[in-house]
C-alpha cells in the first residue's frame, strides 16, 4: 500500500514538474507577450471568413 502512494507521489510530481517546465518555456519564448492582439487577430480572421460565406451566398 505504501508502495502504490509512494508511485503515485513520484507520478503526480513528475506531471507537474513537467506543467512547470511548459509554463516556463512559455514565458521565456514569448507566447504570453501581447496576448490583446492574438485575440483580435483571431476576431478578424473569422469576421472575414463570415463575409466570404456571405457573399459565397448571395451569389448562388
Known amino acids: 500500500m ?4 509512494l508511485i ?3 507520478v503526480a510530481l513528475c506531471m507537474s514538474l513537467g506543467a512547470v517546465c511548459l509554463f516556463i518555456w512559455a514565458v521565456l519564448s514569448g507566447l504570453f507577450t ?3 492582439d492574438i485575440k483580435h487577430q483571431a476576431y478578424r480572421a473569422e469576421v472575414k471568413e463570415d463575409e466570404r460565406k456571405d457573399e459565397f451566398a448571395n451569389k448562388g
Request: overall charge negative.
Open 2 to 5: 505504501a508502495e502504490l502512494t
Open 8 to 10: 503515485q507521489f513520484i
Open 34 to 36: 501581447n496576448v490583446e
